[in-house]
């Protein structure tokens, strides 16, 4: 059934893979504005390249305990070759690292699927919901899935086609250093543990207990040590421990039963969701028959299934545990539902189950034929501020790319020839990270809140030459990022003392400090929104304050906060 594997690397549809991947990715990169934990990791890369401290990551000149450096390394990096630490400086490691391990799921499903199947497996992964969202972002997410999930299949792809074992281990063990460096303790428990289970189910105890192996631990070690050795003789070893568990153990801050059963029961729907659309493929899964049918690649499918076995009980029995957590394991879900879409083309017409893909695709001509229409009817018809509606330059366009993705659809749905194959992964490719790119981004720049820039820069510009701020207690993150220059933290002690910090300009994030335990003179002088969307109710709020005489009156008070742009 299975062509034979040739130089996968020379194959188009390798090369396919990657431009529509680089497409879909590097499109409209800095569209949106800095957000979530994106300016964190930036500031901490900021520090790295003004202080030339690479090894201990810092906030505001003190210890920061969240995770390793690597992604802090690459975006320091990508800052330096661009001359700043941008949002495209940001962004750009998480891209190169999605389309890497696109480059390893299309390797290592090519070694027992036809190129077309290779081709879905790549192409599912890069398409799935919560990939093209955190893909585009600067957050840890898509550089650990690299390198947790490179070092997986790198792993089995080795061990499934008689690599030399000493090559298998270091490559995989290699990676998996890297992952811990990028996210900590959760990479050597998932690689381990998957590694474990797949040859106890193998009984392969030689190739488990071997020399190769403890080379490859060797190398783990080796690459782990070059970082954790120098930051343990640097900070000590409660900061070490500190730094391993202080974001871990944020997930067990809420221990009440009733948040647990709510887990239990949603969090499997969300993390369907998360994979969409590709989820639907799955339900195969639940046939005997297809189970009967999977044939020479079901030691794959259960090296793959493993690895999701062991990873999803840590995340589902833990309340406060998110499903980007889980997304390590999507190139491992990502291979298996290429299985699916390839076993159903090869399907006899005996195959009851066989209709999933062709249902799969009609489903997916209706969605994109529905996307058109919703998008200029609400884009004739819907108020200006209604988020979906765009201009009509650009909603009509769209929707024509929209019909013929439908048509596309609509034709391949019988996915008779390679052609219609293409074509219908191809479809639901354009209609899900097409609609991301344009209407989703589009969307998401509508609701973005963009004043805090623009009033950073504005403060930075009022102050005297020559001061320096200092903050009471640790700033907001991202008025650090747009700050740029180091802003001291003063003991948190200051704010009730009579003269206060040692600077006459002083700040605080309202989440943490409130203004009524400030008890010295002084007069605010600016607020800065630090929300990602703007809103009615501002939580994450800077206050920028001048402190006055001993004598003065004391005028501090918090000034009235637009509510909207």
């Known amino acids: 059934m299975d062509e034979p594997e040739a130089r996968w690397y020379r194959e188009w549809e390798l090369w396919l893979t990657i431009a529509v991947v680089a497409v879909l990715y590097f499109c409209r990169l800095d569209a949106i504005t800095i957000r979530g934990e994106e300016s964190r990791r930036a500031r901490v890369a900021v520090e790295m390249i003004d202080s030339g401290n690479w090894i201990v990551p810092m906030q505001q000149g003190e210890l920061y305990f969240s995770r390793p450096p690597l992604q802090n390394w690459a975006i320091g990096l990508a800052g330096l070759v661009r001359g700043e630490v941008d949002a495209l400086a940001i962004r750009l490691p998480s891209v190169l690292a999605t389309l890497l391990t696109t480059i390893i799921i299309y390797g290592y499903a090519r070694s027992w699927l036809s190129r077309l199947g290779a081709l879905t497996a790549a192409m599912a992964f890069a398409s799935m919901v919560e990939v093209i969202k955190l893909g585009r972002l600067g957050e840890t997410e898509a550089v650990f899935t690299a390198t947790l999930g490179g070092a997986l299949m790198v792993w089995h792809w080795g061990y ?14 290699l990676l998996a250093a890297w992952a ?3 996210k900590g303790p959760q990479a050597p428990v998932y690689f381990g543990g998957s590694i474990l289970v797949f040859l106890a189910l193998a009984r392969d105890w030689r190739y488990l207990f071997s020399w190769s192996h403890f080379a490859g631990l060797g190398v783990f070690l080796i690459v782990w040590g070059a970082w954790h050795v120098p ?12 730094m391993y568990t202080t974001t871990t153990g944020q997930r067990f801050i809420d221990r009440r039963l009733s948040r647990l059963v709510e887990h239990l029961l949603v969090f499997p729907v969300e993390l369907a969701g998360c994979l969409l659309p590709w989820s639907f493929l799955f339900l195969a899964y639940l046939r005997r028959d297809f189970r009967e049918a999977i044939g020479a690649a079901r030691p794959h499918v259960v090296f793959l299934m493993g690895c999701f076995a062991v990873a999803f009980p840590t995340c589902w029995f833990v309340a406060m545990a998110n499903t980007r957590y889980l997304m390590p394991l999507s190139p491992c879900l990502a291979c298996l539902a290429g299985l699916v879409a ?6 006899g017409r005996d195959a009851r ?20 229409v919703t998008i200029v009817v609400a884009s004739l018809v819907g108020p200006p501020s209604f988020p979906l509606g765009q201009p009509l330059w650009f909603a009509f366009p769209l929707a024509t790319v929209m019909l013929a993705t439908a048509a596309a659809l609509f034709w391949a749905r019988t996915a008779s020839d390679a052609g219609r194959r293409l074509a219908g992964v191809l479809g639901v490719v354009v209609l899900i990270g097409g609609t991301y790119v344009t209407v989703g981004l589009n969307v998401q720049i509508r609701l973005s809140e963009f004043s805090a820039p623009r009033a950073v820069a504005a403060i930075k510009r009022s102050l005297p030459p020559g001061t320096r701020l200092v903050s009471v207690g640790r700033v907001d993150h991202l008025f650090a990022y747009y700050y740029r220059d180091l802003i001291p933290v003063a003991d948190r002690s200051a704010a009730t003392v ?30 800065v929104n630090c929300e990602r969307n703007f809103n009615d109710k501002v939580k994450r709020l800077m206050v920028i304050a001048r402190r006055l005489p001993a004598t003065a009156v004391h005028p501090g008070r918090l000034a009235d906060v637009p509510k909207r742009r």
């Open 160 to 173: 499934a086609k008689g690599w030399r074992p000493v090559w298998t281990w270091s490559l995989a063990y």
């Open 342 to 347: 390839d076993r159903c083309w090869h399907a």
């Open 353 to 372: 189950w066989r209709v999933i893909w062709p249902w799969f695709v009609s489903i997916h001509a209706l969605v994109a034929a529905g996307t058109a």
């Open 231 to 242: 930051y343990q003789l640097a900070v000590g070893w409660d900061n070490v421990l500190a």
């Open 180 to 182: 811990t460096l990028a």
């Open 498 to 527: 009579e003269n206060g910090p040692p600077n006459d300009y002083f700040c605080y994030d309202r989440r943490t400090v409130s203004p009524e335990l400030i008890r010295f003179p002084h007069q605010i002088v600016a607020t």
